[in-house]
């Protein structure tokens, strides 16, 4: 089976913009990426709609596409970076431009959850360490079935833990905290940007509800590795801080 990776990046962003140009270590943020998904994969891609990303990407010799700047979602943004590409990978791995640590351990794991022939899109999820976490609304918790296939993405803390102190669900629950870190098999991906919006992603603001609700069946890998994602200036300082610590 082939995979491929495509990293989605936009040079315009509400909190930071130019983030994917930030830099970290000395080197841009999209050059993290872009460098740990060709060293687990072998093809990796930038998809943007902005020329000084494309011509950053080119420069430090990675592989980029022009897209339109009109996209809702960086999945649309991919699926027209295949178009152009025109790959024949059977699996489209979907990195975040803003994770420059993300890791080898975890494209190797949603790899894997294509073995099973009932996966149309994978993804994966770490168990939260804290309550505190837990009731974060911008961390999206996970339910899935015993087969590891999603069974619902909720902002709100599912499930809820009848009888028990809330400071206590912890220790009842092995709550899953969802890391957006997809990936698609090359007609799946086609299909689902076809989609309408749903009400349940309307309502949560969350994208894969919508695919859930049309009956895709998206299945779950575990990860220990948390990542770092870049959304504001503090946190390129805070990954600046990680960045020396794990080169210690």
Known sequence: MKFIAIIPARYASTRFPGKPLALLGGRP????????????????????????????????????????????S??????????????????????????????????DTIQHLFDHPQTQIGTLGKHFESIEAVMNTNSP?????????????????????RGKEQNDWLTHFPYLKHLGIYAYRRNI?????????SSLEIAESLEQLRWLENGYRIRVGLTEVETVGIDT??????????LKDIKQ
């Open 29 to 72: 943020v999209i050059q993290h990426v872009y460098e740990k998904a060709f060293t687990a994969l072998g093809e990796a891609y930038v998809a943007t709609d902005d020329q000084r990303i494309y011509d950053t990407v080119v420069g430090f010799g990675g592989k980029a596409v022009m897209t339109r700047n009109d996209h809702k």
């Open 74 to 107: 960086g999945t649309d943004r991919i699926e027209e970076a295949c178009q152009i590409i025109g790959t024949d990978a059977d699996v489209i791995i979907n990195i975040q431009g803003d994770e420059p640590f993300v890791h080898a351990s975890q494209l």
């Open 141 to 161: 918790k996970i339910v899935t079935d015993r087969n590891g296939f999603a069974l619902y993405f909720s902002r709100s803390v599912i499930p809820y833990v």
């Open 189 to 197: 991906l086609h299909e689902i940007t076809q989609l309408p919006q």
């Open 233 to 242: 200036p503090e946190d390129l300082q805070r990954a600046e801080t990680y």
